[in-house]
């Protein structure tokens, strides 16, 4: 309860509800947004004093082919797996494994 309290008890701008794509990812050339739906960005320095880094809550639309040649590092059966630039993330998985709409 202290998390939360910390967390969104402070009215610092230093969470965004719903942010738009191109503030979590890097990468916007891409459709991203057919995949990804970012929940929610949140500054560290609400966590951990003098670290100012946004970290990025997403949800996946729908999580793809589950065929074992699209895993690797990045992507399980369980997680995707992002790289932060820039407090952007970076995805290296195949995007072939996800539905085209």
């Known amino acids: 309860m202290k998390l939360f309290s910390k967390l969104f008890g402070k009215p610092k701008n230093r969470i965004k509800c719903f942010p ?3 503030t979590v990812f890097q990468d916007t050339t891409k459709d991203y947004d057919l995949v990804f739906f ?5 500054n560290l320095q609400e966590i ?3 670290r100012d880094e946004w970290i990025h809550f997403v949800d996946v639309w729908n999580n793809g082919d589950i065929e074992d040649f699209f895993f ?13 630039a ?8 195949d995007e072939k494994a996800f539905p085209k709409y």
């Open 20 to 22: 738009e794509i191109e």
């Open 38 to 42: 970012p929940l929610c960005s949140i």
């Open 48 to 50: 951990i004093p003098g």
């Open 86 to 93: 820039n407090s952007k993330y970076l995805y290296f998985g």
């Open 72 to 84: 690797h590092a990045h992507r399980t059966r369980d997680l995707i797996r992002f790289q932060m």
